[in-house]
């Protein structure tokens, strides 16, 4: 489905970030804002495993989809976004689960899984994803 940018788990993720430790941090700070002028359409999807994991618990994950006016705008973001995954807890304040963050062309996906005890599933799902 179709979304706003401001609604996507990376935006909230950003604003989390300034709102907590991340202006301390010295990174080439971005504002949401001219992240948003870059972005021709942001989409989401959310998936379920059919295969029962054991209690009626299921693998999920939230897929999402940012496309760029352009590949250097959406190499910028990505890399922006690298700093942070890399190097420090920083993300944590981003997101806890387990995540995937890759880029193909212009666009940015994101994988989010239901939380720690699907910590596999969001790497299957990046190289299914990235197969052509």
């Given amino acids: 489905m179709k ?3 401001k609604e996507s788990l990376i935006a909230q993720g950003l604003n989390s970030l300034q709102k907590t430790n ?10 949401i804002d001219s992240i948003n002028n ?7 999807c959310f998936i379920k495993g059919v295969k029962d994991l054991g ?9 999402e989809e940012v496309i760029f006016n352009s590949d250097l705008c959406a190499e910028q973001v990505f890399n922006f976004l690298n700093k942070i995954r890399v190097g ?6 981003f997101d806890k689960a387990p995540n995937s963050i890759f880029i193909i062309d212009n666009k940015i996906y994101y994988v989010g899984t239901g ?3 699907m910590m596999d599933f969001y790497k299957k799902i990046e190289l299914k994803m990235k197969e052509k």
Avoid at 88 to 93: A, I, L, R, V, Y
Wanted: glycine share 6%; aromatic share 18%; no cysteine.
């Fill in 3 to 5: 979304i706003d940018f």
């Fill in 22 to 31: 991340f202006p301390k941090v010295k990174y080439d700070i971005r504002s």
């Fill in 38 to 44: 870059s972005i021709i359409q942001s989409n989401k």
């Fill in 55 to 63: 209690g009626k618990l299921y693998a999920r994950a939230v897929i």
């Fill in 88 to 93: 420090n807890h920083t993300w944590e304040d």
């Fill in 115 to 117: 939380g720690w005890y």
